[in-house]
Nanobody, 127 residues
Framework: QVDLVESGGGSVQAGGSLRLSCAAS????????MAWFRQYPGREREGVAG?????????YADDSWKGRFTISQDTTNYTVYLQMNSLKPEDTARYYC???????????????????WGQGTQVTVSS
């Protein structure tokens, strides 16, 4: 049974930082892409970043994510992280972990490219 569990969300003041974690169980093979998405209420879920378990290669949905948000992983415990710095009120959203078995990380612009999803963790940034 595949299970993705996000944690690390919460409330933070603007300019602060959070580190989200995604603990993956049931996905132990190496050819796996793990990714982070976020979703505003009433909006489409949008990709943030992905990382390939085998080699640690990272990708971002677009260049706007680089600098403040960084994806990383710990392959010893199948955990993926999203370090979020310089948080802004507009970063307030629910953040989801996603995964797919694949030879490479697919496009982050389509939810359909990812097979497994966590329940999400809420991030609230106050001004």
């Amino acid at each position: 049974q595949v299970d993705l569990v996000e944690s690390g969300g919460g409330s933070v003041q603007a300019g602060g930082s959070l580190r989200l974690s995604c603990a993956a169980s049931g996905i132990t093979h190496i050819n796996v892409c793990m990714a982070w998405f976020r979703q505003y209420p009433g909006r489409e879920r949008e990709g943030v970043a992905g990382i390939y378990r085998r080699d640690g290669d990272t990708s971002y949905a677009d260049d706007s994510w680089k600098g403040r948000f960084t994806i990383s992983q710990d392959t010893t415990n199948y955990t993926v992280y999203l370090q979020m710095n310089s948080l802004k009120p507009e970063d307030t959203a629910r953040y989801y972990c996603a995964a797919v078995s694949t030879p490479w990380c697919p496009s982050l612009h389509s939810r359909g490219n990812f097979a497994w999803w966590g329940q999400g963790t809420q991030v609230t940034v106050s001004s």
